[in-house]
């Protein structure tokens, strides 16, 4: 059984809102689609590490998970910025069961054991962060990667950490998620949100500070799940 990952998929089969206008997208989703079949088998997991679903409501997203669904393997989808549709874990996990969604998981304060690793993550947040609101949520991104964490601990196995935000891009550095990911003892982060060319040769991608980091935006990875382990 494999692991992969892939972020930012921004799905929009139930909305208005196409990505194939930019550059890079066009076709996205079919692209997606053979590249995933290609690669994945039934007995294999992906990471979905944010910005999902343009849709803007959780029943919106019907389609969009739909077609995730289909795609073979086990699917674990955490937060990204435009994911406005999230909700509690309840509600997501509801949703996922009135309407089948057997292959979709949450990531949201938990772990998921993956052969010999643990997946663990949280959306993240701006390196910037300066008003009192973007204080308090980065704060509670950082509580939430720990807590993350300490749920991958405690199954034994190794930990590796998805995030949406990249926790450092150029040499700027989210210090509060970073500190969190050194002190926790984290060894791989893979990471997405940023895309285009000129964003992309800014991302900070092998070894910083002892942390292995991937980039793994859709558009980064021409739409091709990256093999993890």
């Not at 998970?65 to 549709?85: C, E, M, Q, S, V």
């Not at 874990?89 to 949450?106: E, G, P, V």
């Not at 009192?132 to 950490?161: C, F, H, W, Y």
């Not at 450092?168 to 791989?188: F, H, P, S």
Request: net charge negative; aromatic share 12%; charged share 25%.
């Amino acid at each position: 059984m494999s692991l992969y990952a892939i972020a930012d998929t921004h799905l929009s089969l139930g909305c208005d809102k196409p990505m194939d206008v930019f550059t890079g997208w066009s076709d996205y989703v079919s692209r997606l689609e053979k590249n995933w079949r290609a690669l994945v088998t039934e007995r294999d997991t992906v990471v979905i590490a944010g910005d999902i679903s343009w849709a803007m409501k959780l029943e919106e997203c019907y389609e969009d998970f739909r077609f995730l669904n289909a795609l073979p393997g086990t699917k674990i989808l955490l937060k990204g910025n435009h994911d406005y549709w999230w909700q509690t874990k309840k509600k997501l996990d509801d949703f996922l069961s009135a309407n089948h969604f057997d292959t979709i998981k949450i990531l949201f304060n938990n772990a998921y054991e993956v052969e010999d690793f643990a997946v663990c993550g949280t959306r993240g947040w701006y390196y910037d962060a300066e008003s009192q609101q973007d204080k308090k949520v980065l704060n509670r991104e950082v509580g939430r990667l720990r807590m993350s964490v300490s749920a991958a601990r405690a199954t034994g196995k190794r930990p590796i950490l998805f995030l949406h935000y990249p926790p450092v891009y150029g040499d700027i550095e989210c210090e509060e998620i970073m500190n969190a990911i050194l002190t926790e003892g984290i060894e791989e982060c893979y990471y997405g949100h940023l895309h285009g060319a000129n964003t992309h040769r800014l991302a900070v991608e092998g070894d910083y500070k002892g942390v292995n980091m991937h980039l793994i935006s859709g558009d980064y990875t021409h739409f091709i799940p990256l093999l993890v382990r």
